[in-house]
């Protein structure tokens, strides 16, 4: 199962409703800044190319696509498996970064600091295919 998220700056927003319509965030900085930051927030990640890395933790990995724009307008992150620590480690990247992180399950910004587990049930509770059922 995996779950995506996207890295954005978007400061002064509380929610992504908040958004006046045609805003775009701004960019996060040069690729090469960005890269370094991720690594001081996680070391033992690996850039094999300089648009994307990978992490490894206990149960999970994570894929960070930084797409082929300079300078990096947002890192999309791709969740794969499950782990305690996850949220966690989403957390660190994204305040070493100075950004927000978009849960594209809820729809919404991930609140570390107010409430931990946000995202934990869409991910970890999200139907397996094959199991999702049409509204009456």
């Known amino acids: 199962m995996s779950w995506i ?5 978007a400061a002064g927003f509380d929610s992504v409703r908040d958004f006046p319509e045609g805003w775009a965030p701004p ?13 001081e927030a996680l ?33 999309k992150l791709i969740v794969h498996g499950s782990g305690d620590e996850v949220l966690d480690v989403i957390g660190r ?7 927000r992180a978009l849960d594209t399950g ?3 910004f991930m609140r570390f600091r107010k409430d ?3 995202g934990r049930h869409v991910w970890r509770d999200a139907p397996t295919p094959g199991q999702w059922v049409a509204p009456a």
């Open 106 to 108: 809820l729809g919404d």
């Open 93 to 99: 990247v994204a305040e070493a970064l100075d950004v």
């Open 5 to 9: 998220i996207y890295l954005m700056g």
């Open 43 to 75: 070391p033992s990640v690996v850039f094999s190319h300089p648009a994307e890395g990978t992490y490894h933790g206990e149960g999970f990995s994570l894929t960070f696509e930084l797409g082929p724009w300079e300078p990096t307008p947002r890192v």
């Open 116 to 118: 931990p587990d946000t």
């Open 27 to 39: 960019p996060l900085g040069p690729r090469e800044a960005v890269i370094r930051r991720i690594r």
